[in-house]
């Protein structure tokens, strides 16, 4: 893997500082476990008894970065970049024919427009309401980050399978 150039979270920020901070380090972790792979590996199914791939993890990051800040918290009328479900799973997790830079640039994008949207919000505390739910910003970015940490979990054991390398 190369050189970890993730920036960590201050054990002394405020609140949303934290969370924001804890949130990038990651999505940052994600992008580490997948530098220096080529498209091949990084469509390669490694773990036999799953269809888990560190591209499928990247297509479907930014898939629910996408449903979360923009179509949930900012109301936008934003459909999947990937819709529909093959075999019973997120369209998003079939990569074959998917071409990798494009998904890397649409999950960069996706990123940058969550911060944006978390940034537009005054307060962690300032809620939306989705379909006669009431939903804070703390809570889409602490799900985000449980979202995150699960997943690289997955990318953890998905990397070492492909080449030997381990790290946080």
Request: overall charge negative; proline content about 2%.
């Amino acid at each position: 893997m190369n050189d970890d150039e993730r920036v960590s979270p201050s054990k002394v920020a405020d609140d949303r500082a934290s969370l924001t901070s804890f949130l990038d380090y990651q999505r940052a972790t994600l992008a580490m476990k997948c530098a220096g792979l080529t498209d091949e590996q990084l469509k390669q199914q490694v773990i036999p008894t799953s269809g888990l791939t560190l591209l499928g993890l990247v297509r479907h990051a930014a898939s629910v970065e996408r449903s979360w800040f923009r179509f949930v918290v900012n109301a936008e009328d934003v459909k999947t970049p990937w819709p529909g479900a093959v075999d019973g799973t997120f369209a998003e997790f079939h990569v074959e024919d998917a071409d990798v830079g494009e998904a890397f640039e649409f999950w960069r994008e996706e990123c940058a427009r969550a911060r944006s949207v978390a940034t537009s919000f005054n307060s962690l505390d300032d809620t939306v309401d989705f379909r006669g739910e009431t939903i804070s910003l703390r809570y889409v970015l602490t799900h985000m980050i449980e979202e995150y940490a699960r997943h690289n979990g997955h990318a953890d054991l998905l990397r070492e399978a492909i080449d030997g390398a381990v790290g946080e």
